[in-house]
């Protein structure tokens, strides 16, 4: 089945340590979004590429990176995870016409010792 | 005010209730609507879009209200699998990007 795969699914770091996500997609998307997700919360849009295009949202902090080597895949990389970083990671992907639905991986919850 | 306002609940019905949950959005160009589930410590997954006309799938409605900007889902017959976060979710129009508001919780008990 097409679907978004991410992993790993749990994360525990150490404060200050840097720590990787990973995100992959069958659906052949054009936009990718990384969204960060804290309890009780709405989903809360980093960044997004359409294509190898990298768009920032205004606040999201500098410690939050995004790598996306190919259409398939797309990293998340936190450089120096603070308490305040502990959350679920949430990897989405849409073609950038149509209804724009969103279709999400199961997500990755990070903790932040 | 928040682009897309949800009442946070919980909304605590019994099994068999009939329940229904309210949406608004700020930006009168908004051109999609969804209802996204979301189950505890899981991933968001979409419901169901809302169409101007309005639309129905089994025991859920959707309804789109674009002159008091308002969106509503109606869940007939609850079920104690309905318990859930329910994500109104927008479109504004200015890009494909997606607007979350931060969810309706139910809880259906027995």
């Known amino acids: 089945d097409a679907m978004v795969i991410q992993n790993p699914r749990y994360q525990v770091t150490q404060f200050g340590k840097p720590v990787t996500l990973s995100c992959s997609q069958t659906l052949n998307h054009n936009v990718m979004y990384w969204y960060q997700q804290k309890s009780s919360q709405a989903p809360k849009l980093l960044f997004h590429?359409?294509?190898?295009?990298?768009?920032n949202e205004a606040d999201t902090p500098d410690n939050f990176q995004s790598r996306r080597p190919n259409t398939s895949f797309c990293f998340l990389d936190i450089r120096s995870p603070g308490l305040g970083d502990a959350a679920m990671y949430l990897c989405?992907?849409?073609?950038?016409?149509?209804?724009?639905?969103?279709?999400f991986g199961p997500g990755t919850r990070l903790t932040v010792l | 005010r928040k682009e897309v306002e949800q009442d946070p609940g919980p909304f605590n019905v019994p099994e068999g209730a009939t329940v229904a949950f309210n949406c608004t959005y700020s930006n009168s160009a908004s051109q999609s609507f969804f209802w996204y589930r979301q189950d505890c410590r899981k991933e968001p997954k979409l419901l169901m879009s809302?169409?101007?006309s309005g639309n129905e799938d089994g025991r859920f409605t959707a309804q789109l209200n674009r002159a008091s900007q308002y969106i509503s889902l109606l869940i007939r017959d609850s079920k104690l699998s309905d318990s859930a976060t329910y994500l109104c979710v927008v479109n504004p129009g200015s890009s494909y990007k997606l607007i979350f508001g931060s969810g309706t919780r139910l809880l259906v008990r027995p």
């Open positions: 590429y359409y294509d190898k295009d990298f768009n």
């Open positions: 809302v169409y101007s």
């Open positions: 989405a992907t849409s073609r950038p016409f149509g209804s724009n639905e969103q279709f």
